[in-house]
Nanobody, 122 residues
């Protein structure tokens, strides 16, 4: 059974850091597109970061550039999103997703994990 499990969310003060993890089971991240998305209250889901295995490159949404870092530990089949200098506007449910096509992220990813809540207090 294919599963993605996101974890690591929590409550943090503005300026603080969190590291989100996304553990995959039932498939390996190799050759997959892997993305982090978030949905804030009352807002639509948006992409935060995306790794394209085909491009071997990572994309970041403008508001998180320089603050968030995507990484993968293939040995653990786990992706991470290191978030630093967090701001109240980063408050959202964060989701990880994966897609076998290997290109850039798209709205209809193959696999989605349950979200993890990040709350940043001012």
């Amino acid at each position: 059974e294919v599963q993605l499990q996101a974890s690591g969310g929590g409550l943090v003060q503005a300026g603080g850091s969190l590291r989100l993890s996304c553990a995959a089971s039932g498939f390996t991240f190799n050759d997959h597109t892997i993305g982090w998305f978030r949905q804030a209250p009352g807002k639509e889901r948006e992409g935060v970061s995306c790794f394209s295995s085909g491009e071997d490159d990572t994309w970041y949404e403008d508001s998180v550039k320089g603050r968030f870092t995507f990484s993968i530990d293939n040995a653990k089949n786990t992706a991470y999103l290191q978030m630093t200098n967090l701001k109240p506007e980063d408050t959202a449910i964060y989701y990880c997703a994966a897609d076998a096509w290997g290109g850039w992220c798209r709205g209809a990813m193959d696999y989605w994990g349950k979200g993890t809540l990040v709350t940043v207090s001012s």
